[in-house]
């Protein structure tokens, strides 16, 4: 066993220990420089034996989570990693506040582009083929429409799995309330309203106090090819001194499961960020930008590394992507305007004045986000000590 799986393994045995004097987890003294840091910041969490280690710890009664497959992380009081940052899952930022999104604002306009690019030929089949059915009888023919309206009404729901519903649902990280807002998109894509933009949605707030994280591994299928992907959830139970859990939510999108280094890093500025330990964003991290959200001119420079806006700085290795890329304009240029009308027909999120207010108002941008990057705000706790102390 190498160096690394023995203190996988002694994070299971202590956890285990403290279970059977009637502890509760997270009272032994941990071997990291900070009192208030867990055995997980002794270990690099990436690599296959690493993963597997981790995940382990899912049947140890203190690690235990939700599902077949899931860890429970240690409380807010104890930090899980030495190295936090949000793996640009953050979408927008607050003077107060991180809005956390998921998968679907990188990924939009996906569904409607193939659905565009395949109609045309979808069309000539289905056309020829009830031609040709034509000559077998009315049965035939019967069928061939059949194709027809089937094949139609996929390419139909690709699109407006676009067009319809808002652009992402974010988790709202409230620090000044202690809050945790999460954004339901409620649009239901196999109805005929709205025709695009976004319909209903539902905000649930939850005391950051009822809040764990927790780590699950689930295995995705496709073709002959199995993917074992890891992603990072809140569980929310009833209230610190009930465990009875009432919901539970996703923070950011998914990666694969032999780097649960960055989940817990994730979660740890996530928890850093509540505690008022940790700033909006650590060097060199920021705001994750969708491509979309960029000028109709960046959408159609879409893949071109050496133009349009955002673009790299010429080298060797840049000209030559640059050579490649530009080979394939007849695809990058229509799949970037795509994105760009789909993310746009989309709605945005809404949060209510109340919500926005606590957080700071409106997003930060440009020198406002630079002003109050580093800025790591004192809790109500802290102040109230520091105008006693004055």
């Known amino acids: 066993m190498s160096k690394g799986d023995r203190k996988a393994a002694r994070i299971a045995q202590r956890a285990q220990q403290e279970g059977a004097q009637g502890k509760p987890y997270g009272s032994f003294e941990p071997d990291g420089a900070a009192a208030h840091e867990s055995d997980f910041v002794l270990y690099d969490w990436t690599g296959q034996a690493a993963s597997d280690a981790f995940f382990a710890l899912h049947n140890e009664a203190a690690f235990k989570g939700l599902g077949t497959d899931a860890v429970l992380l240690p409380p807010h009081s104890l930090s899980v990693s030495r190295t936090p ?57 019967l069928f061939g429409w059949i194709c027809l309206v089937f094949s139609t009404s996929i390419l139909y729901f690709l ?44 905000i649930q707030t939850y005391d950051w106090s009822c809040i764990r994280g927790q780590v699950t591994r689930s295995r995705v299928v496709t073709g002959n090819t199995a993917q074992e992907l890891a992603s990072l959830s809140c569980v929310v139970v009833q209230s610190p001194q009930d465990p009875t859990v009432v919901a539970q939510f996703e923070v950011g999108g998914s990666t694969n499961a032999l780097a649960v280094q960055l989940l817990l890093d994730r979660w740890e500025h996530v928890r850093r960020f509540m505690e008022h330990e940790g700033p909006l964003f650590v060097q060199d991290d920021g705001p994750y930008v969708p491509p979309a959200t960029q000028s109709l001119w960046g959408a159609l420079c879409w893949g071109q590394p ?39 027909i989309k709605d945005k999120p809404k949060w209510p004045a109340e919500i926005l207010a ?10 406002d986000l630079e002003a109050w990057r580093g800025v790591v705000q004192a809790s109500k706790h802290e102040s109230g000590n520091q105008k006693a102390r004055s």
Not at 94 to 123: E, K, N
């Open 358 to 367: 606590s957080v700071g108002g409106n997003p930060l941008s440009g020198k």
């Open 306 to 344: 050496l133009i349009g806006p955002g673009r790299h700085a010429p080298s060797v290795g840049m000209v030559l992507a640059q050579m490649f890329t530009a080979c394939f304009v007849w695809f990058t240029v229509p799949f970037g305007l795509v994105g760009w009308v789909c993310f746009h």
């Open 85 to 141: 940052n949000t793996s640009a899952s953050v979408i927008e930022a607050y003077p107060h506040g991180l809005a956390y999104a998921d998968q679907i604002a990188g990924i939009v306009g996906m569904a409607a582009f193939g659905a565009l690019m395949f109609s045309p030929l979808a069309g000539i089949y289905i056309y020829d083929s009830i031609v040709r059915f034509n000559q077998f009888g009315i049965f035939s023919t």
């Open 159 to 202: 699109i407006r799995w676009d067009i319809t519903g808002y652009r992402y649902a974010p988790v709202l990280f409230d620090r000044a309330a202690g809050k945790v807002h999460v954004f339901f998109d409620q649009t239901l894509l196999f109805r005929w309203l709205p025709l695009w933009g976004g319909g209903k949605y539902e």
